[in-house]
């Protein structure tokens, strides 16, 4: 395991046990959390993109926010909605939000989840072609944009421009150089990952997996990623590979812990439907820092990853997340091989 980070869902609500009340406070608060994260030598700030929700839905601004207030962890995201995306634009955006960040972004991006509307896709104008699906739509945008962030000319320009252009064809700008390499697909299957390796995207792997083989999910999820590791080599591409996982890991040091998290990791892996399949979702890892190291050193997919995304309660405010995360930084990282 070589980096850390947090994912937040930018959760917020109007309610009295909530310390993150309006969609500001969701938003100042992240970046707080990413500063702290940094000042606590975390080396990544994630955050969940949702639409239709009370959650964290716009990112490029929050990202380029996070980028101007901090100089050193990686800043993404866990993950973008190709459905609801025009490529171009958000080319834009990204180079945008990776060149103020000095070309830190690690952008997740996926065919989406679960919608909080009926194919919401449509209310940004995005229909699937004839003959095609929404996942499709979503893979057709994601080929577009890795396209054009690639920075080759395309688009014929103006003989009468209103301001000089260079010569032949014209790129999106801003181009920001290596973010290709930057760009992850959330997997939630075997064949998924193998898929995103041939497209020469790292892998983004989550708490769940919308497939079930009846082995612990750690063990499903480990095999996933090598899978994803030996299409990437006969893909025959050049560069190494990159793979994270996420966990909900709460380590228990003072009294509020145990109250929050005492009983939550008394649980397994569970084992649900989603979008009408089976899914298996994994457990929370929740104890004493000597119970956890022993717990999270037998995990298999943790040690087959090079990053590690804890998700966080975001809704506790900044100063207890910074504690969990400065908790597992201290109590856990070093007995697991970070860095």
Not at 71 to 83: H, N, P, Q
Not at 222 to 235: G, L, N, S, T, Y
């Amino acid at each position: 395991m070589k980096k850390i980070g947090f994912l937040s869902f930018g959760h917020w609500s109007p309610t009295p046990q909530s310390q993150v009340r309006t969609a500001s406070d969701a938003l100042l608060q992240s970046i707080d959390l990413a500063v702290a994260a940094e000042e606590l030598g975390a080396d990544g700030a994630y955050f969940r993109v949702h639409h239709f929700a009370s959650q964290l839905a716009s990112p490029f601004p929050l990202l380029a926010a996070v980028g101007a207030r901090t100089s050193r962890i990686e800043i993404g995201t866990g993950v973008i909605d190709m459905r609801y995306e025009n490529p171009l634009y958000m080319a834009e955006d990204a180079g945008a939000a990776d060149l103020i960040s000095g070309g830190r972004l690690q952008l997740g991006i996926s065919r989406g989840s679960p919608e909080q509307v009926i194919e919401g896709y449509r209310y940004f104008g995005h229909e699937p072609a004839e003959g095609t699906d929404h996942a499709d739509m979503a893979r057709e945008h994601t080929r577009v944009f890795l396209d054009v962030i690639r920075g080759e000319g395309f688009a014929e320009p103006n003989p009468r421009p209103m301001f000089p252009n260079p010569p032949g064809l014209l790129r999106i700008e801003p181009q920001s150089p290596g973010l290709r390499d930057r760009i992850w697909w959330g997997a939630g299957t075997r064949a998924t990952a193998e898929w995103t390796a041939e497209q020469g995207m790292n892998l983004m792997s989550s708490t769940l997996l919308t497939e079930d083989t009846g082995v612990p999910f750690h063990q499903l999820q480990a095999e996933q990623i090598q899978r994803f590791r030996d299409a990437w080599r006969a893909a025959g591409h050049a560069r190494e590979p990159r793979v994270s996982v996420s966990r909900s890991i709460f380590p228990i040091v003072n009294d509020l812990d145990r109250a929050y998290f005492g009983g939550a990791g008394a649980g397994g892996d569970q084992v649900g439907q989603l979008e009408g399949g089976r899914a298996r979702f994994g457990k929370t890892y929740a104890g004493e820092p000597d119970q956890l190291v022993k717990e999270l050193a037998e995990d298999e997919a943790i040690a087959a990853a090079d990053t590690l995304l804890l998700t966080v309660p975001n809704q506790l405010g900044v100063d207890y997340n910074a504690h969990l995360l400065d908790s597992v930084v201290r109590h856990l990282a070093p007995e697991l091989g970070w860095r």
